[in-house]
């Protein structure tokens, strides 16, 4: 804890920066490394996020490290995942390589010193800090966790009731016998509804557009198989990894050549608990076809098992405005209420809103180019962490810890100190592409920060194309001597 240099700066004790840690200990012994976080314990979303239900929306088996065995139900509760994490500190011994409560405000990189350094303040005792490490790797995530994403309605004021933000729920808010309207359709709407119905007198999701669904049993047939026959865990967790992975695979690639096959099952699902005579058309048919935005699972159909009780209904219109008892939809339409949750979204994040300083020169990330969606041209000895949508984070976070210990390595070898991705000759005239392809994956977050974002190329290793199932291959064989990483 005392100190002030180290090899490797890891920003973030969540899920990428704990698994970022274990592959330090595992694949680098003797590297010097410490965690900063800003928040009083681990667990990044987990922690933040403390709304009635709150659970993954990705298997575990997948959303859990491949060096970690998940042994419970394939969707989790945060507690779960929470003691899950835990549990990889205490076996790693990483306590004492995590500062908690550290803001970092500015970041700063020195050619000459060939190091980072990062200032900020600790939020238990308001004192200033600084540290510097030679590489930096940014594991905080992709989104603001002190504050989500609300639109600004007319008449939010002079509504009497009380609206929340899921993330940042308050721990005393009472809602037994209470009209709730959930604003969003997404995961946490999902999540939220079928946990709360019970109590409320009604709880309504209003959405302006509808959002594809997936239900299923909370729990994998080969899972509990193997376990019947007292496989070990290890075993089970990476063969259901690869069964869960290779029926994804399966399901992106349906939705994208034949999206009415794929809709037409997500829909059985639906019907198979609110009946045939249930019309999908207005609530449960988007505009868009499967996984152009997240599916959201909905374990046991709990969401349309409240819809079917009659506790929770769903309403697809636009806001007019909000009047003192409740929200006026474009249709004329008042839905009465005490209590509204806006669960509209995110607010991206570009690397922790810290201040990027090269030399003296301001960093602009969205003038840099993304070298495997990982790192970005001209910015030395740093590496971020941005997962995938489709398929789990934390596969991708796994990937590019096993990437830079091998870019570690390889430093090593070279005795180098410095490694900066650089456009090449050959690159010279390729087209720039946003971060993200709006035609293929456009959830609101994403678009509002996209033009904040870094650019990807048309062309290898310049793509950041989401794609597990490639990257898989892909990160392993990377050539790191091919020019596109200038090593000193």
Request: net charge negative.
């Amino acid at each position: 804890m005392a100190n002030d240099h180290v090899d490797v700066l890891i920003v973030g004790a969540g899920i990428s920066g704990i698994g970022a840690a274990h592959h330090l200990l595992a694949d680098r012994p003797g590297t010097t490394f410490t965690i900063l976080e800003c928040q009083e314990g681990y667990g990044g979303t987990w922690r933040t996020h403390t709304y009635p239900g709150v659970r993954s929306d990705s298997d575990l088996y997948t959303f859990g490290y491949s060096f970690k065995p998940w042994t419970g139900a394939p969707i989790a509760t945060a507690e779960e995942i929470l003691t899950y994490l835990g549990e990889v500190i205490e076996e790693d011994g990483l306590d004492e390589h995590i500062r908690y409560q550290h803001q970092i405000d500015t970041a700063t990189w020195s050619t000459e010193d060939r190091r980072w350094t990062l200032t900020g303040t600790r939020t238990d005792t308001g004192e200033a800090f600084t540290i510097s490490a030679g590489f930096l790797w940014m594991c905080q995530g992709y989104y603001r966790h002190t504050e989500g994403y609300t639109p600004e309605w007319d008449g939010m004021d002079d509504f009497a009731g009380q609206v929340v933000h899921p993330q940042t729920w308050p721990d005393d808010l009472d809602y037994a016998g209470k009209r709730v309207v959930v604003i969003g359709s997404g995961a946490t709407a999902a999540t939220l509804i079928p946990a709360m119905a019970p109590d409320c007198e009604h709880i309504t999701m209003l959405q302006r557009s509808p959002t594809y669904f997936a239900t299923g049993r909370n729990a994998n047939e080969l899972a509990d198989q193997l376990r019947d026959l007292e496989v070990p865990d290890e075993w089970t967790h990476e063969i259901v990894r690869r069964q869960v992975l290779k029926t994804q695979a399966l399901v992106t690639s349906m939705s994208a050549e034949h999206p009415e096959l794929v809709k037409e099952e997500l829909f059985k699902g639906i019907k198979a608990i609110l009946g045939d005579d249930y019309d999908l058309s207005p609530h449960f048919t988007p505009a868009y076809r499967p996984w152009q935005q997240r599916i959201a699972f909905v374990p046991d159909g709990d969401l349309f098992e409240g819809i079917k009780s009659g506790k929770a209904s769903v309403v697809t219109d636009t806001i007019d405005r909000f009047v003192p008892e409740g929200i006026r939809l474009a249709s004329g339409e008042v839905l009465e209420a005490d209590l509204i949750i806006t669960a509209t979204g995110f607010e991206m994040s570009v690397l922790g809103d810290i201040t990027f300083t090269i030399d003296d020169e301001p960093l602009d990330f969205a003038q840099t180019v993304g070298y495997r969606g990982t790192m970005f041209t001209g910015v030395p000895n740093m590496a971020w962490v941005f997962g995938y949508f489709r398929a789990s984070w934390t596969l991708r976070a796994d990937l590019i810890a096993d990437f830079v210990c091998r870019l570690l390595d390889h430093m090593d070898e070279l005795g180098a100190d410095i490694v900066v991705p650089q456009l090449r000759a050959q690159d010279a005239d390729m087209g720039l592409l946003p971060w993200v392809d709006p035609e293929d994956f456009n959830p609101g977050y994403l678009m509002r920060a996209l033009h904040l974002m870094p650019k990807q190329g048309t062309k290898e290793p310049w793509r950041f194309t989401q794609d597990y199932w490639a990257e898989k291959d892909e990160f392993p064989a990377a050539d790191l001597d091919d020019g596109a990483l200038r090593y000193r």
